[in-house]
């Protein structure tokens, strides 16, 4: 069952979406091979520390944060990326590296890569590593309002 916060919150805005089932996996690459689905369309969610604050970098399962591209995209100061300890409690609810890229359900900025907004439908975790949302990425846009930058 996909994090009940995130469903609960895309049937509150009458969201159509679907859930999709798969084997356990721990990366991007293994979820979108797993779960038959193009890697472009397989958004990864990274979290970042952008000027000392915690945000999500949501991307193509294939691409990876640069966070020296990602820091002058936004004119930030600093950007790093965090490793599991420092986010372990931000996600409640959620399997350690499946948090959905809905930043806004956790007070968190959200910066999207702009390769992603080229896809009619986008597929993320839905909090467990088993399961993922897909969703138009419209309506991922008008819930979440993402930063849109190139890195």
């Known amino acids: 069952m996909p994090v009940a916060k995130l469903v609960e919150f895309l049937n509150a805005n009458n969201i159509k979406f679907v859930s999709i089932r798969h084997s356990k996996a721990y990366t991007a690459n293994e979820i979108a091979h797993s779960a038959h689905i193009h890697g472009q ?8 520390r952008v000027n000392g604050k915690m945000a999500l970098a949501v991307l193509p399962a294939s691409g990876r944060v640069h966070p020296d591209m990602l820091k002058e995209a936004i004119g930030a100061e600093t950007v790093s990326v965090c490793n599991e300890r420092e986010f372990l409690d931000k996600f409640p609810g959620c399997e350690l590296g499946a948090m959905p890229p809905f930043g806004n359900l956790y007070g968190m900025d959200v910066y999207v890569s702009t390769a992603l907004t080229e896809d009619k439908e986008i597929a993320f975790n839905a909090g467990t590593l088993t399961e993922l949302i897909r969703l138009s990425y419209k309506d991922f846009e008008n819930l979440v309002k993402p930063k849109i930058v190139r890195f």
């Open 41 to 48: 369309e397989l958004a990864k969610t990274v979290v970042i």
